[in-house]
Structures are given as C-alpha cells and as structure tokens.
C-alpha cells in the first residue's frame, strides 16, 4: 500500500472514531446516573431502532471479518457459522425475547434471581456473564489487530498489539462516557454502514460472474486449490471422528448460544414493553438474514478472485479475507479504486469492531456493578457502609473487563475470530441458557439447582477449552510448544451444554430447599402477560 493510500485509509479511520465519540458525548450530556438511564438508556428506543442496534450487536468482527475468512479456505464447511449464528435468532424469538423482557430489568440475573434466593444466583450470573463477554471481546480485538496490521502492511505483531491496546481504551471511553444511549447509536450508525459495505461488495462479486452463481462456485473451487471437494461437506470437519464432533458441538453452541449472550439479553431491556421486543427481533432477523448470505457470496468470492492460498498467506486464519477482496474487486493492489474501496471497507470494519467491543462491556459491566457488586454491598450497606453509586462501579468494571480483554486478546492474535466467537457461544449455551430455561419454564427449580446450573456449565466448559488443542498441542494454539490438551475437541459444546442442564436438574432434585410456588406463579403470569414488568 502506498502512502497517500494508507494515508487515506488513517483520514477514514479517524473520521470513525471522531463520530463515535461526538455520539458518545452527545449521550454523555444526558443524566447517566441512574441505572436506567446507563444501563437501557431509559427504554425509550423504538422496535425498528433497537432491531438495528441488535443486528449491529450481533453483526461483529468475526462475521464480516472471520466467516468470509473460513469459507474462502474451507468453502463448504464454513458456512456452518453462517447458518448456525442465523438460525440461533429463532430461539431467541420464539423462546428468550418477550419473557426476559417482561421478568428482568438489566441483566440475566434478574430474570433468574425473580424466584429464587438473589445473592447466590446473582454471583453465579454475574461470573458467567464477564466471563462470557471476555471472551467475546477476545474475538473483537483480535479482529481489530489483523484488519490495522494488513492496513499498514506490517507482519510484525506491534502493529497488532497497539491495536488492540487503542480498541480496548476507546471501549472504556464509550461505555464509561456514554452509557446505553451512546452505545445504541453507534451500533445503529455501525449496522447501516456494514448492510450497506457488504451489499456493495456483494454486489461487485455477482457483477464479475455476470450473476451466474454456478460460475462464482466453479471458480471459487478451482481457486482453492480442493477441486469440487471444496463445495462439499468434510474439508474442515472430515476425516477423523474428532472432525465431525467438533461440527456438531460447534452447530450445537452457535444455535443455543445466542440466547445466552448477555450484551444480546440486555438489548431487550432499551424498549418499553415486551411487544417491542418481540418486534426488534423481528427486525433484528430480516437484517442478520440478509447479511449471512452477503457473507457467504464474499467468502466464495474470496477464493475464486484471490485463492485460498493467498487468503491463507495474509492471515493463516483468514481474517482478511474481505479487505483483500475489495482490493481486487477496485481494479488491482495497485489502482487507485482498489485503494479506495479498501479504506472504506477497513473503516467500515473497523467501526463494526469498535461498535460491538462498546455492547460487549456495557453488558459485562452492568453484571460487575449490577449484580456482583450489589450482591456484596448489601452486606457491607447492613454493616454501616455507604458504598459507591452502582453506576460508579459499571464505569469501573468497564476499565476493568477492557483490560482483561486487552491482555487475553494479545494472547489470541493468531486465531480465527469466527472461532474465537464460537468458543464464547458454547460458554453462554452451557452456563446461561439452561438456567434461564429452567428459571422460565421448570416450576420445581430452586436456588441449589440455579446455581449448579451456572457453575456446572461454566467451569466444565472453560476447563475443556484449557485442555483442548486450542490452548496447546497443534501449531495454531495459544502456546503451540506445549502440549497438555488431553480433551480432543476443539469446541467444549458437545459435552459443556449437556452437563449445565444436568447440573441444573441435579441440584434441584437434591436440594432440600422447596420451589416458591408462589413466586413461580408470579413469574409465569409476568413472563407471559408482561404485568407487573418494569
């Protein structure tokens, strides 16, 4: 890239962050002292505004960056992220949208602490939920390393670490400054901006094959170097029986995961009744819809306009396969419109990563402040204690939970951040969504089976993401000279999600402590006709 070029792609980089921080001090001149105000921005969003903001939510690095990635080097078997992170949206709409927003107020733990005992159940939450949300966030700066590294033609891992160091202050400043009401408008900004990236280039990939698809995905197999097995299932998870359980534990976490998803469960709390949110889901879906399928043209675009081994020699993951494309999809690395077309897509992208790191924290610090916070400072409050103001604490845990990711993200640089997403899908399935079904639908279920439910999804899944080939013994791995991975699959799902609703079950069945019927009443009748709802 030459110099006026990447000079021009800095100018377009900086009018990102320059807006994003005009929309976060224009939100910051609002009273942000209250939690509702902080953490929902005063449930005075519209279905249609909240429907762009979860889509922009949702519509993250890893899909604009790492599915295009997966599929231009495994073609078929990358689509799985595609169709998994789509059909997810069913489950939240048919069994999550409308019922967590008539039982909560701001996070996961309020639907599940509604009937049960709230200290133990809101730490439980609280834990699952940061933890969750750093892993997410992992995914995000390692999107952001490699889009900032192919931009300044830099192979060194520098320009990765400063990037993601710069994404992690930026986060701190939007969510601390801002609040919700920030936050909503730049994903609002960030969703319109990407719909309209990705269907420009989708649009340029059809017009080079004349709109013919076959002739896309003729191409698209013949430059991947795999012949017609590149349109077939098993070049990613074939082969070994490891392979093909990794598929359906990764199919399993990407449907399930998303109605665990804290930064996604805290949108349906910015409208005011439970019908708008069942409505943002609607518009939420159409959106997310449209996009998966640009993904997927964009990813066999990518293979038959560049080649997977180019796309692979760029980032071994590859992340940047859609910066790539739109070089060539300009007129050449060389041309002027190649240039062009690549700064805008880097901005576009680069507002899409800095968009979704703001939900990610919000989320993650209103658990810190919302939940593990008040759980103890009621405590300390009996004793005497004032404590700080429960927002104070938010806008710390946000400093806080950014430079845990920071640190984790500098770890992960070289992993695929389409896969990094799905590890933190299969945490969410195992250790947020059995509780909240159960805490929904399962009259008998007590506090003992509530927290169970958490910890033995959680723990589970973390321990076999450290013993997996992830962490250790394969050359892709965190730590690629060691080897202590003794659980063969790369994604905890399989085994993670089927051992949180056991737990779940287990510590109800054993417990001594009988359900609230009376609470379990109250829940249902508010879950369903949303009075009584906040």
Same mark, same amino acid.
């Given at each position: 890239?030459?110099? /006026? ?22 939100? @910051? ?13 005063? $449930? ?10 979860? &889509?922009?939510?949702?519509?993250? &690095? ?37 019922? !967590? ?9 309020? !639907?599940?602490? *509604?009937?049960?005992?709230? $200290? ?87 017009? $080079? #094959?004349?709109?013919?698809? @076959? ?15 590149? %349109? ?20 399993? *976490? ?5 109605? @665990? ?6 949108? #349906? ?30 990813? #066999? ?7 997977? /081994?180019?796309?692979? +020699? ?43 790191? +703001?939900?990610?924290? =919000? ?32 806008? !710390?845990?946000? *400093? ?44 008998? #279920? ?11 999804? =959680?723990?589970?899944?973390?321990? %076999? !993401? ?26 905890? @799902? ?20 009988? &359900? ?16 009584? *709802?906040?």
């Amino acid at each position: 890239m030459t110099d /006026d070029h990447r000079t021009l792609t800095l100018l377009l980089f900086s009018a990102v962050i320059a807006v994003t921080l005009a929309i976060t001090s224009w939100a @910051g001149r609002r009273r942000q002292g209250s939690p509702v105000e902080f953490y929902a921005g005063g $449930r005075l969003f519209s279905p249609m505004e909240n429907g762009f903001a979860i &889509a922009g939510d949702y519509m993250s &690095a890893a899909s604009f960056l790492g599915i295009s990635g997966v599929i231009a080097l495994f073609g078929y078997d990358g689509i799985l992220y595609a169709v998994g992170f789509l059909v997810a949206w069913l489950v939240v709409l048919l069994l999550v949208a409308e019922l !967590v927003r008539n039982c909560g107020r701001f996070t996961l733990a309020d !639907v599940v602490a *509604a009937r049960m005992r709230e $200290r133990p159940v809101r730490i439980a939450s609280g834990i699952s939920s940061v933890t969750v949300s750093v892993l997410y966030l992992v995914a995000q700066m390692v999107g952001a390393g490699s889009l900032v590294a192919l931009l300044l033609g830099s192979g060194s891992g520098q320009a990765r670490s400063w990037t993601v160091i710069g994404v992690g202050a930026l986060m701190i400043v939007y969510v601390s400054c801002g609040g919700m009401r920030a936050t909503t408008w730049i994903q609002i900004v960030k969703a319109v901006l990407l719909l309209g990236g990705a269907l420009s280039l989708t649009v340029l990939v059809l017009l $080079r #094959f004349g709109g013919d698809v @076959g002739a896309l995905l003729s191409s698209a197999a013949e430059g991947s170097g795999h012949g017609r097995d590149f %349109l077939a299932p098993g070049l990613r998870y074939g082969g070994e029986w490891t392979h093909r359980l990794d598929f359906i534990s990764l199919g399993l *976490a990407l449907v399930l995961g998303t109605a @665990g998803l804290p930064h996604i469960l805290s949108r #349906f709390y910015t409208v005011p009744t439970a019908r708008a949110a069942r409505r943002s889901v609607v518009w939420s879906i159409g959106l997310i819809g449209g996009f998966y399928l640009m993904t997927v043209v964009l990813g #066999f675009g990518a293979a038959a306009l560049l080649g997977s /081994d180019a796309v692979r +020699a760029s980032d071994p993951a590859g992340n940047t396969a859609v910066p790539l494309l739109s070089l060539e999809l300009g007129g050449g690395a060389e041309s002027a419109g190649g240039q062009a077309l690549f700064a805008i897509v880097a901005a576009i992208a680069f507002a899409t990563i800095l968009a979704v790191v +703001a939900g990610i924290t =919000l989320a993650s610090s209103a658990s810190v402040a919302h939940d593990l916070y008040a759980s103890f400072s009621r405590r300390a409050r009996s004793g005497g204690g004032k404590g700080w103001s429960e927002v104070g604490v938010a806008r !710390v845990a946000a *400093a806080v939970v950014g430079a845990a990711a920071v640190g984790l993200g500098l770890l992960a640089q070289q992993l695929n951040v389409a896969f990094l997403v799905g590890l933190a899908f299969a945490v969410a399935a195992a250790a947020n969504l059995p509780v909240l079904l159960y805490a929904l639908f399962w009259r008998r #279920f007590t506090t003992r089976g509530a927290v169970w439910s958490v910890y033995g999804g =959680l723990i589970p899944a973390i321990a %076999l !993401v450290v013993l997996s080939p992830v962490v250790s013994g394969a050359p892709g791995a965190l730590f690629p000279h060691a080897d202590f991975a003794v659980f063969p699959l790369e994604n905890p @799902g399989l085994v993670a999600i089927p051992l949180g609703f056991l737990a779940g079950w287990l510590g109800t069945v054993t417990s001594r402590e009988a &359900a609230d019927e009376a609470k379990h009443a109250e829940t249902e009748v508010r879950s369903l006709t949303g009075a009584g *709802a906040v």
